[in-house]
């Protein structure tokens, strides 16, 4: 059998081009990660979030959104380890006897839902149109701005409660159920892109100046050329921050709106719903229709925010 010696790279030739993967394993973003107990923690519980969102169909013990086999006779009862529990219902059942503990595992589907379409709508939106405002100046950049100081003047809250009302009158009541989701969305959007625009036209400010961006004009580039391929990469640290800590923030102003009544009908419940459906029988000893969501949207916001207060830390230089 013939012998074959390995390769190897000569002086000067590149050797194999390592993975995205391997490379992000050997980042310092990974090894900051790796370093805080806290972060991981949080971590490992958006995680198991997600795969609870997502697994929902598979791993709830019943399917709240079935009115078929929902019953009065089930409902209002407590956990199964209290008296007259059922293990059928681990968390208790609410008002309409639809099992909490599922009803958590599907609202966490239409939450992070929600909150992952606005944020990355909203991100799209606020970062084309920061790279537009820093980049190109002037009028235009007068104009983008003025819109984003006089939308900051009102809270993000009072932003999607107009937007969603608006909308709705807009959709007959047949339409209004099944367009509910993306509703939520496009106020949550709107409530969202300015933060994007305003940090992106800052950071594109400083970044056009810069020698790179200097010999890229004098090659002969395209002005969306050189916004595409050299400043947007240097303007998306703080964009990923902005963007953790809006999933927290979307996810919150989902389950308020909910919470209102202007969210989702009350026939697919969201964490919000079921907290304002629970709040009505919170003084009659049904603690549990609200307890147990409100806990869940309580730590997964909290775990969220960790996420993106370690991001701010880890992306920041001058903390290195």
């Not at 997964?300 to 993106?308: E, K, R, T, Y």
């Not at 207060?309 to 992306?315: E, F, P, Q, S, T």
Request: charged letters at 15%; proline letters at 6%.
């Amino acid at each position: 059998m013939q012998h074959v010696e390995p390769s190897i790279p000569k002086a000067g030739q590149p050797g194999p081009r390592a993975s995205a993967l391997s490379r992000f394993f050997d980042s310092d973003l990974w090894y900051s990660f790796t370093r805080s107990k806290v972060t991981m923690l949080a971590g490992f519980v958006t995680l198991l979030y997600a795969l609870g969102a997502l697994l929902a169909p598979w791993i709830a013990p019943n399917d709240p959104y079935d009115l078929t086999k929902l019953t009065l006779w089930n409902s209002n009862l407590p956990p199964m380890w209290l008296a007259q529990g059922n293990p059928e219902f681990p968390l208790g059942t609410d008002d309409q006897g639809r099992c909490v503990l599922s009803t958590i595992l599907y609202g966490l589907r239409i939450s992070l839902g929600v909150g992952i379409s606005a944020v990355a709508i909203s991100g799209v939106i606020g970062i084309a149109l920061g790279l537009i405002s820093g980049y190109v100046g002037g009028r235009l950049d007068a104009i983008i701005m003025r819109i984003a100081d006089v939308q900051l003047a009102f809270p993000a809250i009072l932003i999607a409660l107009f937007v969603d009302g608006t909308l709705r009158g807009m959709f007959p009541n047949a339409a209004r159920e099944a367009s509910a989701f993306w509703i939520l969305v496009i106020a949550l959007t709107l409530a969202f892109w300015v933060q994007y625009a305003r940090t992106v036209r800052g950071s594109t400010i400083v970044e056009k100046n810069r020698e790179y961006v200097q010999a890229a004009r004098v090659i002969g580039l395209s002005s969306f050329t050189i916004m595409r391929r050299h400043v947007l990469p240097n303007v998306l640290g703080p964009v990923l921050v902005i963007a953790t800590i809006n999933l927290g923030l979307a996810v919150l102003t989902e389950a308020t709106l909910s919470f209102l009544g202007v969210g989702f009908p009350p026939t697919e419940p969201s964490l919000g719903a079921m907290i304002q459906i629970g709040s009505r029988f919170l003084f009659s000893g049904e603690w549990w229709i609200t307890l147990f969501p409100g806990i869940a949207l309580a730590v997964l916001v909290l775990a969220i925010n960790m996420l993106g207060d370690w991001l701010r830390d880890a992306l920041n230089p001058k903390l290195r």
